[in-house]
């Protein structure tokens, strides 16, 4: 269920957060947060009324995981026939994709294999990849991402990710992040020089990647280097 909604008045831009999860993620960086439970869920016309409310240009959908919220196919409805606004997934964990009503998301790779999925989030693989592959050829705007993480996801799975996504458009942005070590896993962060390294065998596929590798101090204080993540909580 939708928890808040946040808004980015430079972006003109209204993200609605809901906070449940249909992977186990071993290294989910949620761990390091303790976000507390709303007294209450916002209804349906409270949601609604608030997005009529803002000046808005694009309805960004978070989560947790956003497609396990069961409101989400009537707000996407809503979003693009009452509203005409674009319409997108912030991210995924792509095991389940909404197409109808829906103009873009961001897919989070968790690994090129199904052994890493299903060790790493407890799901298996292929529904992701033949889920990413149908949005796109159903001409959804896609991006995706993928965690750097040594000793575990390294350089040579970033590149079997990369290499499927360059396969059906190498013009698809893609972004690499450092993991954030999270307690009760044993791996690192990865070095400058391993960063260095993925990023750049993954522009050898692909057009525009980008790249983060935040501290554990950097996530929880909410330091960026742009200003993308600049919001007020409005419900």
């Not at 919220?69 to 909404?98: A, D």
């Not at 873009?104 to 298996?124: E, H, I, L, Q, W």
């Not at 990849?129 to 159903?138: C, L, P, S, T």
């Amino acid at each position: 269920m939708i928890n808040r909604i946040t808004y980015s008045d430079k972006y003109r831009r209204a993200t609605l957060h809901n906070d449940t999860c249909n992977y186990r993620c071993r290294g989910c960086s949620y761990k390091l947060k303790s976000p507390a439970k709303p007294e209450r869920y916002p209804s349906m016309d409270e949601i609604k009324e608030c997005l009529r409310g803002l000046d808005r240009e694009v309805v960004h959908f978070m989560g947790g995981e956003p497609t396990t919220n069961p409101q989400l196919p009537e707000l996407l409805s809503f979003c693009k026939e009452e509203l005409g606004v674009t319409t997108r997934l912030g991210h995924t964990n792509g095991s389940r994709l909404i197409i109808a009503n829906l103009d873009g998301t961001n897919v989070s790779f968790k690994g090129a294999d199904d052994v890493t999925y299903r060790d790493y989030t407890g799901r298996p693989a292929a529904p992701v990849y033949e889920n990413f592959k149908k949005a796109y050829e159903a001409g959804l705007d896609m991006k995706a991402s993928a965690v750097l993480i040594p000793g575990y996801c390294e350089v040579d799975q970033i590149e079997k990710i990369v290499k499927f996504i360059s396969d059906l458009d190498r013009r698809i942005p893609f972004h690499l992040m450092g993991y954030i070590p999270v307690p009760g896993t044993p791996w690192p962060r990865p070095s400058d020089e391993e960063m260095q390294q993925a990023v750049g065998i993954a522009r050898e596929y692909l057009d525009r990647v980008g790249f983060s590798h935040l501290t554990p101090e950097q996530l929880l204080s909410g330091e960026r280097a742009d200003d993308l993540f600049v919001v007020r909580q409005v419900l």
